[in-house]
């Protein structure tokens, strides 16, 4: 089970590509309770490094106040420094198993590959 974390208009265009059964919940960071968590017990949270009401810290001290034992991951697409968010989570909460998920550039498609 994947819980992914974020807003509400990112969570309902990602809602439309996942089957219901899909394995993938969904839920804003406000709505985030220790109860929810425990209920749906996911081996993996996903979320953006930083969004408009919450950031990767944040989540992070949740996660661990609830005593998180999965996967934590953040995406963190324009993100210019990453291994500096990646350091300080780490440093806060060393008992999770924090990485930061960088997704690749697309190839413009007039671009030319060399080899």
Known sequence: MILMVGEPQLMQTLKKH???????FFIEFADLSREILTAISPD??????????????ELAAFL?????????????????????????????????????????RPVPRNAKVMH
């Not at 990453?82 to 999770?96: A, D, G, K, N, S």
């Open 44 to 57: 993996s949270v996903v979320a953006p490094a930083i969004s408009a009401h919450f950031d990767c810290l």
């Open 64 to 104: 661990s106040s609830a005593d998180y034992k999965g996967l934590f991951r953040v995406i963190a697409k324009d993100l210019p420094r990453p291994e500096i968010v990646r350091t300080e989570v780490r440093q806060h909460y060393p008992h999770l198993d924090f990485d930061i998920i960088i997704p690749a």
């Open 18 to 24: 996942f089957p219901e059964r899909s394995g993938v």
